[in-house]
């Protein structure tokens, strides 16, 4: 089994706006009036099907799961969020702690919401501290009452509010994922221990000293399991396992596809052994041989389960996964979010998980990416869209996925530096890193492309608009194997100089096929990451930012001459190259925000973000 991560997306993408009609009982946004820590009015809205929760620990991921785990006909936030004498819930009179909703009631036609509370109840004849329900619409959180026409049923409406959405929830919390053996080995109580035996005393082979000597104990019994092949072996008078079945082909091929192994079979086992309340165990068989959970890594009993279970979920399940990345390496974490993908669409699966992986979100939306940020008074509020790399730059953690924008000259740095700063986001403008290169646009084309082209990472040439020679790069594609002769001249026409490539017999002549090979790259490379600045040069954009541009100016040297007057007026004859420069960046940052040229050449920058 194959499963393209960008093309799981892209056919995700297809049915945008379109959701919350097609996805069962589809969850359209949670806002939070009243909730733990966060801001009071923070709203997230799930415009995708697979929404990823960023932000540091602490800062209400975990806190968005549990409200969402609550939200359903049936559930209840209690569940994960309760009050004790250690860490109360504390409320003010008249504003319990609560949340709202919404999803598309098909009676109505229209998304409505729902608002569930936390409130004082009693229950069997004591008090329940930690029960919500359903309330009534309140003007004061927002709500609106619904104009209902009279006489007419709506299914799903109480006198006075909307009711829970009816849909399954499954909640898989990865970090206690624990198999039967890591729970009860690393977690469990020790046997009580015995007095050390008499001498001449033979030692009973059940004596049970250790946590070694109870799994010695048990697998004897996990063994009989799996011989038996189903959940029939009964020892003292009970059944020893509920679930025992070999998984099947398609949850097989899944498991070998997110890690990446070639499994032959694998027996999934819900049982009471080890000294355990029920656990999971998974008997892998490969080429190479067969073993327990005992002694797999974490992440395959991980992924294991979630396959599993996700694979059996109903449709119209909302999904929910706390840390899914746990145990995993960036591949495996990669291909688990094209399996969750392909569920999502083929089983209308509405998926949430938290994370602090980039490898879980590179591939999302911005707007599937929900960043939690941090205000002064210690709440968090959650960012509406985020891109991928500046979400976890918000994190702190930094290197990886940069954007390297090259440029001609040092006021073109500053230029691109002040575009920059006008990001409303600047986790997002701290993903570029720009650079100027002696020689100019004739440098960068003629030796650093070539270069560039064939190396990893992200790069953006930003050259003056002096010199775009074409409305829009030939696109190689186009161009049939009988036109390999013309690339050169096509390469000429583009940028006016002739590149620099490495192939075998010289840079002159050469190998003829390579030499096709290396323009052809080099058109493609153009046609991707080369850009221009919108005006003939910085010079230029400068002056018109400040309202000082010559009328009569026709080419760049105009627009650099005038600059160069500007800088003599304020400093003298004798200014430098450098002394225009820097009067050229202060005169733009004190129009910076009002310059559209500017505005212009940050959207072009954006839309080069990985």
């Given at each position: ?10 056919n995700?993408?297809q ?25 009071d ?33 049936g ?5 994960y969020?309760?009050s ?12 319990p702690?609560?949340?709202i ?28 501290p ?9 003007t ?14 709506y299914?799903?409406?109480s006198?006075?509010r ?22 009860y ?16 005393v ?40 509920t ?35 029920g ?22 009993v ?7 279970q ?14 899914p ?12 979010l ?16 938290s ?27 959650v960012?509406a ?6 979400a ?54 003629k030796?650093q ?51 620099v490539?490495?192939?075998?017999g010289?840079?002159?002549g ?38 000082k541009?010559?009328p ?23 200014v430098s ?8 960046e202060t ?7 009002a310059?559209?040229e ?13």
């Amino acid at each position: 089994m194959m499963l393209k991560l960008s093309d799981e997306i892209s056919n995700l993408e297809q049915n945008r706006g379109k959701y919350d009609r097609i996805f069962p009982g589809y969850i359209t946004h949670i806002r939070f009036p009243r909730f733990k820590n966060i801001a009071d009015g923070t709203r997230i809205d799930f415009s995708f099907p697979i929404t990823a929760l960023v932000g540091s620990n602490g800062s209400g991921k975990t806190s968005v799961l549990n409200a969402l785990y609550g939200a359903p006909a049936g559930q209840s936030t209690g569940q994960y969020w309760f009050s004790t004498k250690v860490d109360p819930i504390e409320e003010g009179d008249g504003s319990p702690s609560r949340f709202i909703y919404g999803h598309r009631n098909v009676k109505f036609n229209d998304v409505v919401e729902t608002r569930k509370a936390r409130v004082r109840k009693t229950r069997n004849g004591l008090p329940d501290p930690n029960y919500w329900e359903p309330t009534k619409e309140s003007t004061g959180d927002g709500m609106v009452e619904p104009d209902l026409k009279e006489n007419k049923i709506y299914t799903g409406r109480s006198k006075d509010r909307w009711n829970p959405v009816s849909r399954k929830v499954l909640y898989i919390n990865f970090r206690k994922e624990l198999s039967a053996f890591d729970k009860y080995f690393y977690f469990g109580k020790d046997p009580v221990p015995h007095a050390p035996p008499k001498k001449g005393v033979r030692v009973s082979p059940l004596r049970i000293s250790s946590k070694m000597d109870q799994v010695r104990h048990d697998a004897e019994l996990l063994a009989r399991v799996i011989d038996a092949g189903d959940s029939s072996y009964v020892h003292r008078g009970h059944k020893v396992a509920t679930e025992n079945r070999l998984l099947d082909n398609a949850e097989l091929a899944m498991v070998s596809f997110v890690l990446g192994k070639e499994y032959e079979e694998a027996r999934w086992i819900r049982h009471r052994l080890f000294k355990g309340d029920g656990g999971l165990s998974v008997v892998f068989k490969t080429k190479h041989g067969r073993y327990s959970e005992a002694f797999a890594g974490s992440g395959e009993v991980a992924v294991t389960s979630c396959v599993v279970q996700v694979s059996a979920a109903k449709p119209g399940t909302l999904v929910l996964l706390d840390e899914p990345e746990v145990s995993l390496h960036p591949g495996a974490q990669e291909r688990l979010l094209a399996f969750l993908s392909k569920m999502a669409r083929t089983r209308q699966l509405q998926v949430v998980f938290s994370t602090h992986s980039p490898h879980l979100v590179n591939a999302l939306p911005g707007d599937a990416i929900k960043t939690f940020h941090q205000l002064d008074d210690g709440r968090f509020v959650v960012l509406a869209s985020t891109h991928p790399y500046a979400a976890f730059r918000r994190l702190g953690a930094v290197g990886g996925g940069e954007v390297r924008i090259l440029v001609e000259d040092k006021l073109a740095r500053s230029v691109v530096q002040q575009a920059l700063l006008t990001f409303a986001d600047q986790a997002k403008a701290s993903v570029f890193k720009v650079e100027y290169l002696s020689g100019g646009a004739e440098a960068i084309l003629k030796y650093q492309v070539p270069v560039l082209m064939t190396a990893p990472g992200h790069t953006l040439v930003l050259l003056d608009g002096d010199k775009k020679r074409l409305d829009e790069f030939v696109n190689p594609d186009t161009i049939p194997v009988t036109g390999d002769g013309t690339l050169g001249a096509k390469i000429l026409e583009a940028v006016g100089v002739e590149p620099v490539f490495t192939v075998d017999g010289g840079a002159g002549g050469g190998d003829v096929a390579q030499r096709v090979v290396a323009q052809r790259k080099y058109l493609s490379w153009l046609r991707k990451n080369v850009r221009f600045i919108p005006t003939k040069c910085p010079e230029e954009l400068v002056l018109i930012a400040a309202g000082k541009l010559d009328p009569t100016a026709t080419t760049a040297q105009h627009h650099k001459d005038r600059l160069r007057e500007l800088t003599v007026e304020l400093y003298g004859p004798d200014v430098s190259s450098e002394r225009t420069d820097a009067h050229g960046e202060t005169l733009l940052a004190q129009h910076r925000v009002a310059s559209a040229e500017l505005a212009l050449l940050a959207k072009e920058i954006e839309r080069h973000l990985p």
